[in-house]
Protein backbone atom coordinates (compact mmCIF):
# COMPACT_ATOMS: atom_id res chain seq x y z
CA UNK A 1 0.00 0.00 0.00
CA UNK A 2 1.67 3.37 -0.67
CA UNK A 3 1.59 6.79 1.06
CA UNK A 4 1.22 9.88 -0.88
CA UNK A 5 5.38 11.84 -1.13
CA UNK A 6 4.56 15.38 -0.29
CA UNK A 7 7.03 17.78 1.46
CA UNK A 8 10.50 18.41 0.37
CA UNK A 9 14.12 19.53 2.47
CA UNK A 10 15.65 22.80 3.00
CA UNK A 11 14.73 25.96 5.23
CA UNK A 12 10.58 26.61 4.91
CA UNK A 13 9.18 29.54 5.75
CA UNK A 14 7.39 27.98 8.28
CA UNK A 15 10.47 27.09 9.76
CA UNK A 16 11.87 30.68 9.53
CA UNK A 17 9.08 32.26 11.22
CA UNK A 18 8.33 29.66 14.21
CA UNK A 19 11.53 30.62 15.75
CA UNK A 20 10.27 34.65 15.94
CA UNK A 21 9.08 35.68 19.77
CA UNK A 22 5.55 35.38 18.97
CA UNK A 23 4.77 33.40 16.24
CA UNK A 24 0.71 34.31 16.70
CA UNK A 25 -2.43 32.17 17.67
CA UNK A 26 -3.44 29.17 16.29
CA UNK A 27 -5.99 29.08 13.50
CA UNK A 28 -9.35 28.41 15.19
CA UNK A 29 -10.61 24.88 14.56
CA UNK A 30 -14.42 24.45 13.12
CA UNK A 31 -16.09 23.71 16.50
CA UNK A 32 -14.31 27.26 17.91
CA UNK A 33 -15.74 29.36 15.19
CA UNK A 34 -18.07 31.93 15.63
CA UNK A 35 -20.37 30.26 12.80
CA UNK A 36 -19.16 27.55 11.95
CA UNK A 37 -21.64 26.89 9.17
CA UNK A 38 -19.96 29.42 7.01
CA UNK A 39 -19.96 27.97 3.79
CA UNK A 40 -16.03 28.05 2.67
CA UNK A 41 -13.65 25.80 2.29
CA UNK A 42 -12.69 23.33 5.13
CA UNK A 43 -9.05 21.41 5.42
CA UNK A 44 -8.37 17.93 7.19
CA UNK A 45 -6.66 19.34 9.66
CA UNK A 46 -8.82 21.77 10.90
CA UNK A 47 -11.95 19.81 11.71
CA UNK A 48 -12.82 17.15 14.54
CA UNK A 49 -12.27 13.42 13.74
CA UNK A 50 -14.83 12.08 13.34
CA UNK A 51 -16.18 15.47 12.30
CA UNK A 52 -19.61 16.25 13.14
CA UNK A 53 -21.85 17.22 10.33
CA UNK A 54 -24.96 18.76 11.89
CA UNK A 55 -21.99 21.39 13.21
CA UNK A 56 -20.62 22.18 9.59
CA UNK A 57 -24.49 22.24 8.00
CA UNK A 58 -26.86 23.77 11.09
CA UNK A 59 -28.78 20.73 11.00
CA UNK A 60 -28.45 16.65 10.24
CA UNK A 61 -29.60 15.13 7.15
CA UNK A 62 -28.26 12.47 5.60
CA UNK A 63 -25.38 12.49 3.67
CA UNK A 64 -23.58 12.13 -0.37
CA UNK A 65 -20.14 12.23 -0.28
CA UNK A 66 -18.41 13.08 -3.82
CA UNK A 67 -14.73 12.20 -4.11
CA UNK A 68 -13.15 14.67 -6.59
CA UNK A 69 -15.35 17.08 -7.54
CA UNK A 70 -13.27 19.51 -10.51
CA UNK A 71 -15.56 22.29 -11.72
CA UNK A 72 -18.78 21.34 -9.48
CA UNK A 73 -21.75 20.19 -11.95
CA UNK A 74 -22.20 16.90 -10.27
CA UNK A 75 -21.79 18.55 -6.95
CA UNK A 76 -24.57 20.85 -7.40
CA UNK A 77 -26.51 18.83 -9.54
CA UNK A 78 -26.47 16.49 -6.35
CA UNK A 79 -27.67 19.03 -4.15
CA UNK A 80 -30.71 20.60 -6.40
CA UNK A 81 -31.61 16.76 -6.75
CA UNK A 82 -31.76 15.48 -3.25
CA UNK A 83 -33.12 18.52 -1.26
CA UNK A 84 -33.30 15.60 1.57
CA UNK A 85 -29.59 15.29 1.44
CA UNK A 86 -26.40 17.42 3.01
CA UNK A 87 -23.97 17.17 0.30
CA UNK A 88 -19.51 17.18 0.46
CA UNK A 89 -17.28 17.32 -1.75
CA UNK A 90 -14.12 16.17 -1.10
CA UNK A 91 -11.10 17.40 -3.42
CA UNK A 92 -6.97 18.31 -3.57
CA UNK A 93 -7.05 20.70 -6.26
CA UNK A 94 -6.97 24.25 -5.15
CA UNK A 95 -8.43 25.95 -8.65
CA UNK A 96 -11.24 23.40 -8.24
CA UNK A 97 -11.91 24.33 -4.30
CA UNK A 98 -11.77 28.10 -5.31
CA UNK A 99 -14.38 27.26 -8.05
CA UNK A 100 -16.69 25.80 -6.18
CA UNK A 101 -16.22 28.07 -3.19
CA UNK A 102 -17.19 31.21 -5.07
CA UNK A 103 -20.53 29.72 -5.61
CA UNK A 104 -21.31 28.32 -2.39
CA UNK A 105 -20.35 32.27 -1.20
CA UNK A 106 -22.89 33.68 -3.34
CA UNK A 107 -25.44 31.50 -2.12
CA UNK A 108 -26.16 29.11 -4.98
CA UNK A 109 -26.97 26.15 -2.43
CA UNK A 110 -26.77 26.04 1.34
CA UNK A 111 -26.65 22.52 1.44
CA UNK A 112 -22.80 22.11 0.29
CA UNK A 113 -19.24 21.72 1.87
CA UNK A 114 -16.15 21.06 0.36
CA UNK A 115 -13.73 19.64 1.87
CA UNK A 116 -9.74 20.05 1.26
CA UNK A 117 -8.15 16.57 1.67
CA UNK A 118 -7.28 13.39 0.42
CA UNK A 119 -10.31 10.67 -0.54
CA UNK A 120 -9.33 8.27 2.27
CA UNK A 121 -7.99 10.73 4.61
CA UNK A 122 -11.40 12.18 4.49
CA UNK A 123 -13.12 8.82 4.63
CA UNK A 124 -11.10 7.13 7.28
CA UNK A 125 -10.61 10.46 9.74
CA UNK A 126 -14.00 12.17 9.31
CA UNK A 127 -16.43 9.59 8.46
CA UNK A 128 -17.87 7.26 10.92
CA UNK A 129 -19.19 3.66 9.84
CA UNK A 130 -22.40 3.62 8.31
CA UNK A 131 -23.23 7.36 7.79
CA UNK A 132 -22.99 8.04 4.06
CA UNK A 133 -25.85 7.10 2.00
CA UNK A 134 -24.00 7.18 -1.38
CA UNK A 135 -20.18 7.99 -2.56
CA UNK A 136 -19.49 9.53 -5.90
CA UNK A 137 -16.09 8.73 -8.07
CA UNK A 138 -16.58 10.39 -10.97
CA UNK A 139 -13.84 10.62 -14.16
CA UNK A 140 -11.14 10.02 -11.70
CA UNK A 141 -7.51 10.89 -12.82
CA UNK A 142 -6.40 7.10 -14.35
CA UNK A 143 -2.62 7.45 -13.83
CA UNK A 144 -1.61 6.10 -17.11
CA UNK A 145 1.53 4.72 -16.36
CA UNK A 146 2.01 1.49 -14.87
CA UNK A 147 4.02 2.49 -12.24
CA UNK A 148 1.52 5.20 -10.88
CA UNK A 149 -1.56 2.35 -10.89
CA UNK A 150 -1.23 2.99 -7.39
CA UNK A 151 -2.37 6.15 -6.93
CA UNK A 152 -5.76 6.00 -8.07
CA UNK A 153 -8.74 6.18 -6.18
CA UNK A 154 -10.08 2.86 -6.56
CA UNK A 155 -7.77 0.66 -4.96
CA UNK A 156 -9.02 -2.43 -2.82
CA UNK A 157 -8.41 -0.62 0.62
CA UNK A 158 -9.97 2.66 -0.36
CA UNK A 159 -12.95 0.36 -1.36
CA UNK A 160 -13.04 -1.12 1.83
CA UNK A 161 -12.94 2.47 3.80
CA UNK A 162 -16.01 3.38 1.23
CA UNK A 163 -17.97 0.25 1.50
CA UNK A 164 -17.07 0.54 5.58
CA UNK A 165 -18.98 3.82 5.47
CA UNK A 166 -21.74 3.45 3.22
CA UNK A 167 -24.85 2.57 5.51
CA UNK A 168 -26.84 -0.80 4.33
CA UNK A 169 -28.40 -0.41 1.36
CA UNK A 170 -26.27 3.35 0.27
CA UNK A 171 -24.59 3.43 -3.45
CA UNK A 172 -21.26 3.59 -4.71
CA UNK A 173 -21.44 5.10 -8.11
CA UNK A 174 -18.08 5.11 -10.47
CA UNK A 175 -17.64 6.43 -14.10
CA UNK A 176 -14.95 6.42 -16.05
CA UNK A 177 -14.12 6.86 -19.56
CA UNK A 178 -10.59 4.70 -19.90
CA UNK A 179 -11.27 1.03 -20.56
CA UNK A 180 -8.12 -0.55 -18.51
CA UNK A 181 -9.62 2.06 -15.57
CA UNK A 182 -12.98 0.63 -15.85
CA UNK A 183 -11.21 -3.06 -15.99
CA UNK A 184 -9.58 -2.79 -12.81
CA UNK A 185 -12.09 -1.46 -11.05
CA UNK A 186 -14.23 -3.90 -11.91
CA UNK A 187 -12.30 -6.72 -10.31
CA UNK A 188 -11.72 -4.39 -7.32
CA UNK A 189 -15.32 -3.85 -7.09
CA UNK A 190 -16.68 -7.49 -7.23
CA UNK A 191 -13.56 -8.60 -4.61
CA UNK A 192 -15.30 -6.61 -2.08
CA UNK A 193 -17.96 -8.45 -0.47
CA UNK A 194 -19.36 -6.27 1.16
CA UNK A 195 -20.86 -4.61 -1.97
CA UNK A 196 -22.98 -6.02 -4.65
CA UNK A 197 -23.37 -4.85 -8.25
CA UNK A 198 -26.54 -2.96 -8.98
CA UNK A 199 -26.29 -3.37 -12.75
CA UNK A 200 -26.16 -7.02 -13.70
CA UNK A 201 -23.15 -6.61 -16.18
CA UNK A 202 -19.74 -5.52 -15.18
CA UNK A 203 -20.98 -1.63 -15.70
CA UNK A 204 -23.51 0.24 -17.79
CA UNK A 205 -22.65 1.92 -20.97
CA UNK A 206 -25.12 5.32 -19.72
CA UNK A 207 -26.99 5.57 -16.48
CA UNK A 208 -29.63 7.79 -15.78
CA UNK A 209 -29.98 10.93 -13.39
CA UNK A 210 -26.28 12.37 -14.61
CA UNK A 211 -25.32 15.61 -15.29
CA UNK A 212 -22.20 15.65 -17.95
CA UNK A 213 -19.40 16.65 -15.95
CA UNK A 214 -16.25 18.43 -17.70
CA UNK A 215 -14.23 15.53 -18.53
CA UNK A 216 -17.45 13.53 -19.32
CA UNK A 217 -18.07 16.02 -21.83
CA UNK A 218 -14.36 16.25 -23.08
CA UNK A 219 -14.53 12.38 -23.19
CA UNK A 220 -17.67 12.44 -25.46
CA UNK A 221 -16.03 14.71 -27.47
CA UNK A 222 -12.96 12.92 -28.35
CA UNK A 223 -14.96 9.39 -28.97
CA UNK A 224 -14.33 7.77 -25.52
CA UNK A 225 -17.72 6.38 -24.22
CA UNK A 226 -18.73 6.02 -20.27
CA UNK A 227 -18.02 3.27 -17.94
CA UNK A 228 -20.66 3.64 -15.51
CA UNK A 229 -20.83 1.43 -12.22
CA UNK A 230 -23.60 1.41 -9.29
CA UNK A 231 -22.68 -1.20 -6.52
CA UNK A 232 -25.02 -1.30 -3.60
CA UNK A 233 -23.91 -2.31 -0.11
CA UNK A 234 -25.36 -4.92 1.54
CA UNK A 235 -25.63 -6.47 4.95
CA UNK A 236 -22.91 -8.70 5.22
CA UNK A 237 -19.90 -7.43 7.75
CA UNK A 238 -18.32 -4.03 6.98
CA UNK A 239 -14.64 -4.39 6.07
CA UNK A 240 -12.83 -3.46 8.99
CA UNK A 241 -11.76 0.53 9.08
CA UNK A 242 -11.37 1.66 12.25
CA UNK A 243 -11.25 5.18 13.40
CA UNK A 244 -8.48 7.11 13.25
CA UNK A 245 -6.43 8.06 16.69
CA UNK A 246 -5.69 11.38 17.65
CA UNK A 247 -3.56 11.13 21.21
CA UNK A 248 -3.04 14.30 23.49
CA UNK A 249 -0.70 16.73 22.38
CA UNK A 250 2.88 15.27 23.21
CA UNK A 251 5.47 17.15 25.53
CA UNK A 252 9.08 16.55 27.20
CA UNK A 253 10.49 17.98 29.25
CA UNK A 254 14.88 17.81 29.39
CA UNK A 255 17.41 18.54 32.56
CA UNK A 256 21.29 18.74 31.77
CA UNK A 257 22.96 21.57 30.49
CA UNK A 258 21.80 22.50 26.91
CA UNK A 259 23.51 24.55 24.30
CA UNK A 260 21.11 25.78 21.79
CA UNK A 261 24.01 26.62 19.12
CA UNK A 262 25.62 23.47 19.46
CA UNK A 263 22.26 21.49 19.29
CA UNK A 264 21.40 23.15 15.31
CA UNK A 265 25.16 22.90 14.31
CA UNK A 266 25.45 18.90 15.27
CA UNK A 267 21.86 18.47 13.55
CA UNK A 268 22.27 16.49 10.64
CA UNK A 269 18.55 15.01 8.63
CA UNK A 270 17.27 12.25 10.11
CA UNK A 271 14.68 9.59 8.60
CA UNK A 272 13.80 6.77 9.82
CA UNK A 273 9.91 4.76 9.66
CA UNK A 274 8.19 2.46 11.95
CA UNK A 275 5.82 -0.43 10.08
CA UNK A 276 3.74 2.06 7.98
CA UNK A 277 5.10 5.22 9.38
CA UNK A 278 7.51 7.25 7.96
CA UNK A 279 9.35 10.17 9.44
CA UNK A 280 11.93 12.73 8.51
CA UNK A 281 13.02 15.65 10.43
CA UNK A 282 14.59 17.88 7.54
CA UNK A 283 16.42 20.97 9.67
CA UNK A 284 17.14 22.26 13.09
CA UNK A 285 17.02 26.42 13.41
CA UNK A 286 17.53 28.08 16.46
CA UNK A 287 17.20 31.56 18.31
CA UNK A 288 18.54 32.88 21.45
CA UNK A 289 15.38 30.87 23.36
CA UNK A 290 14.80 27.26 21.27
CA UNK A 291 15.57 24.68 18.20
CA UNK A 292 12.66 24.64 15.67
CA UNK A 293 13.03 21.15 13.77
CA UNK A 294 11.09 20.85 10.65
CA UNK A 295 9.49 17.12 10.69
CA UNK A 296 7.76 16.03 7.69
CA UNK A 297 5.47 12.49 8.83
CA UNK A 298 3.79 9.97 6.69
CA UNK A 299 1.11 8.14 8.14
CA UNK A 300 -1.67 5.65 6.28
CA UNK A 301 -4.18 8.16 6.42
CA UNK A 302 -2.68 11.37 6.58
CA UNK A 303 0.59 13.16 5.96
CA UNK A 304 2.15 16.59 8.09
CA UNK A 305 4.55 18.92 8.01
CA UNK A 306 5.05 20.46 10.96
CA UNK A 307 7.48 21.86 13.42
CA UNK A 308 9.28 20.02 16.97
CA UNK A 309 10.31 23.07 19.04
CA UNK A 310 13.03 22.78 21.90
CA UNK A 311 12.28 25.81 24.42
CA UNK A 312 14.89 26.71 27.32
CA UNK A 313 13.59 27.44 30.84
CA UNK A 314 15.07 28.69 33.65
CA UNK A 315 15.99 25.18 34.66
CA UNK A 316 15.04 22.62 32.06
CA UNK A 317 13.85 22.66 28.48
CA UNK A 318 10.39 21.39 26.98
CA UNK A 319 10.27 19.53 23.81
CA UNK A 320 6.75 19.75 22.44
CA UNK A 321 4.80 20.70 19.04
CA UNK A 322 4.85 24.49 17.78
CA UNK A 323 2.00 26.34 18.01
CA UNK A 324 1.97 26.90 14.15
CA UNK A 325 -0.87 26.06 11.92
CA UNK A 326 -3.05 22.95 13.00
CA UNK A 327 -0.59 20.49 13.99
CA UNK A 328 -2.38 16.97 14.89
CA UNK A 329 -1.02 14.64 17.88
CA UNK A 330 -0.86 11.30 15.75
CA UNK A 331 0.84 8.12 17.20
CA UNK A 332 3.44 9.65 14.10
CA UNK A 333 3.63 12.69 15.57
CA UNK A 334 4.40 11.36 19.47
CA UNK A 335 6.93 8.86 17.39
CA UNK A 336 8.44 11.85 16.21
CA UNK A 337 8.86 13.92 19.37
CA UNK A 338 10.06 10.66 20.86
CA UNK A 339 12.68 9.98 18.40
CA UNK A 340 14.08 13.58 18.64
CA UNK A 341 14.22 12.94 22.16
CA UNK A 342 16.31 10.30 21.76
CA UNK A 343 18.81 12.21 19.58
CA UNK A 344 19.00 14.54 22.05
CA UNK A 345 19.95 12.31 25.11
CA UNK A 346 22.08 10.02 22.97
CA UNK A 347 24.17 13.30 21.60
CA UNK A 348 24.64 14.64 24.91
CA UNK A 349 24.58 11.57 27.85
CA UNK A 350 24.23 14.29 30.79
CA UNK A 351 20.87 15.56 28.68
CA UNK A 352 18.45 13.10 30.64
CA UNK A 353 14.61 13.15 30.58
CA UNK A 354 12.89 14.62 33.97
CA UNK A 355 9.18 14.18 32.44
CA UNK A 356 7.27 12.62 29.31
CA UNK A 357 3.73 12.99 27.88
CA UNK A 358 4.59 10.73 24.88
CA UNK A 359 2.57 7.25 23.74
CA UNK A 360 4.66 5.47 22.19
CA UNK A 361 5.79 1.93 21.25
CA UNK A 362 9.20 0.54 23.22
CA UNK A 363 10.02 -1.93 19.98
CA UNK A 364 9.50 1.61 18.19
CA UNK A 365 12.19 3.15 20.18
CA UNK A 366 14.95 1.06 19.19
CA UNK A 367 18.30 2.31 17.94
CA UNK A 368 18.44 -0.04 14.95
CA UNK A 369 15.72 1.88 12.90
CA UNK A 370 17.04 4.94 13.86
CA UNK A 371 19.16 6.28 11.35
CA UNK A 372 21.03 9.25 9.66
CA UNK A 373 19.43 10.62 6.18
CA UNK A 374 23.50 9.57 4.99
CA UNK A 375 22.85 6.27 6.28
CA UNK A 376 24.79 6.42 9.57
CA UNK A 377 23.48 4.94 12.66
CA UNK A 378 23.42 6.34 15.71
CA UNK A 379 25.16 5.22 18.69
CA UNK A 380 23.57 2.78 20.70
CA UNK A 381 20.24 4.45 23.09
CA UNK A 382 21.27 4.74 26.83
CA UNK A 383 18.58 4.33 29.45
CA UNK A 384 17.34 7.83 28.57
CA UNK A 385 15.80 6.76 25.43
CA UNK A 386 13.78 4.36 26.84
CA UNK A 387 12.59 7.44 29.64
CA UNK A 388 11.19 8.88 26.48
CA UNK A 389 9.03 6.16 25.80
CA UNK A 390 5.47 4.73 27.13
CA UNK A 391 3.90 1.92 25.83
CA UNK A 392 0.66 2.53 24.08
CA UNK A 393 -1.61 0.31 21.53
CA UNK A 394 -0.74 1.16 17.89
CA UNK A 395 -3.33 2.70 15.76
CA UNK A 396 -4.52 0.30 13.59
CA UNK A 397 -4.50 1.62 9.72
CA UNK A 398 -4.48 -0.60 6.60
CA UNK A 399 -4.73 2.18 4.18
CA UNK A 400 -3.24 4.56 2.42
CA UNK A 401 -4.24 8.35 1.20
CA UNK A 402 -5.01 8.30 -2.57
CA UNK A 403 -5.38 11.51 -4.68
CA UNK A 404 -9.32 12.48 -5.41
CA UNK A 405 -10.79 11.84 -8.58
CA UNK A 406 -10.55 14.69 -10.81
CA UNK A 407 -14.76 15.20 -11.81
Request: hydrophobic content about 40%; proline content about 7%.
Amino acid sequence: MRVSREGSTGRSEIAQSAVLPDAGPRPPRLDERADPTAPRRLALSELPWPMDWGLAFGTQRPLILEIGFGRGEMLFHLAQTHPEHNVIGVEVSNQSLEKVERRLMRGENDRIRVIHAAAESALALLFTEATLDAVHVNYPDPWFKKRHHGRRVIQADTVDWIANRLRPGGVLYLATDIRDYADAAHGVLTACEALENDLGEPWADAMSGRVVTKYEGRAREQGRPGHYFRYRRNQRLAPAAPQSEELAMPHLVLRGPLDLQAIRQSFAPIRFEHEDRHISAMGAFNDAHSVLFDVFIQEPTISQRLAVVLTRRDKDATLSLAQLGLPRPTPGVHLAVARIAAWLTQRWPELHVDEQRVAVERGAMTAASLTRADGAPFSAPGAAQDAATEAAPDAAHNAKPKAAADG
